[in-house]
């Protein structure tokens, strides 16, 4: 008889372990469920809202053949998070280009942006002048009265999905416009926006 209370324990200590064991798997896979579907991570989007001319000073050197110019260009932008959890995004950048030449650059601080949020950015970027005192296109350019320039944003950083996962994300956006020189507007804006998992 005591061999077969003992072998009870024993058969009730297994079927004890085993549903601990299974009662863990199942845990298991239904967090990985919820972690590739409801969780999944989404790609958060930047999106231009306005670009204005905030100042615009130009003085020409005909005798050099050189153009003296300042440019401030306000950018909104706004980065709509479409995650069911925050997006931690590590310090990033905003750029101004003519014709592919860096001619201006401001910061974007690292934040965080939550479940759902759309987060408004205004960046000020400002043309650093001696950086295009070499380029004998822009004196051709502001003559015509058309001044081509491009603004670049990049957004990167991590969302994580029950604090088990963490998912690399990078958001960007690129806008060509045009500055009108005679009547100090921004015109002909063409954005393109590009998001990776």
């Given amino acids: ?62 005798a050099r053949l050189r153009v003296n110019i300042n440019v401030t260009v306000d950018t909104d932008i706004s980065v709509k998070n479409p995650n069911k959890v925050g997006f931690n995004y590590a310090p990033s950048y905003a750029l101004l280009n003519y014709k592919g030449q860096l001619i201006g650059e401001v910061p974007i601080p690292a934040g965080k942006i939550s479940a759902g949020e ?29 001044l081509p320039l491009n603004t670049y944003t990049k957004i990167s950083g991590k969302v994580s999905i029950l604090n088990i996962f963490k998912v690399h994300v990078v958001s960007s956006s690129s806008c060509d416009f045009t500055v009108n020189i005679s009547n100090r507007t921004v015109g002909d804006r063409l954005c393109k926006y590009k998001t990776k998992l």
Avoid: W
């Fill in 118 to 146: 759309t987060a408004g950015m205004n960046l000020t970027l400002t043309l650093m002048a001696d950086r295009l005192l070499s380029n004998s296109e822009v004196y051709s350019d502001v003559l015509s009265g058309a």
């Fill in 1 to 62: 008889m005591d061999v077969k209370n003992g072998g009870g324990r024993g058969h009730k200590g297994r079927n004890i372990c085993m549903g601990i064991l299974l009662g863990i798997i199942v845990i298991i896979i239904i967090v990985v469920i919820l972690a590739f579907t409801v969780f999944k991570a989404k790609r958060p989007v930047i999106q231009i809202d306005s670009i204005a001319l905030d100042d615009l000073s130009v003085s020409l050197d005909i």
